[in-house]
Nanobody, 129 residues
């Protein structure tokens, strides 16, 4: 079972940037897509971004397209989320995830939480106005 550990959250002002990291341990090779969900207080978990195991393809939630960029260092088993032009509505706990089904390179629709069986503990991102 892979263990996912997030880092990089914090408090920033509107318009600033943050970079989240997610280190995966427990296996030397991962054929699974990895990504991020987020959850704000009183709201359901929302899909943010996902990157394939090859790091060649990615997909984003509509609310973050053009502002967030996901990347992956396969040698370090680490996934990153570069968040630019942050808004107060980006405030949430951000969770790193690993997909259940291996070797997927494309996603015809926005992934749902039940497609992921490995979750990190979460890191808080707060954007002040």
């Amino acid at each position: 079972q892979v263990v996912l550990v997030e880092s990089g959250g914090g408090l920033v002002q509107t318009g600033e940037s943050l970079r989240l990291s997610c280190a995966a341990s427990g296996r030397t090779f991962s054929p699974y897509a990895m990504g991020w969900f987020r959850q704000a207080p009183g709201k359901e978990r929302e899909f943010v971004a996902l990157i394939s195991w090859t790091a060649e393809t990615a997909t984003y939630g509509d609310s973050v397209k053009g502002r967030f960029t996901i990347s992956r260092d396969r040698g370090k088993n680490t996934v990153y989320l570069q968040m630019n032009s942050l808004k107060p509505e980006d405030t949430a706990v951000y969770y790193c995830v690993e997909e259940k089904v291996p070797n997927r390179l494309s996603w015809p629709r926005s992934p749902s939480p039940d497609e992921f069986d490995s979750w990190g503990q979460g890191t808080q991102v707060t954007v002040s106005s």
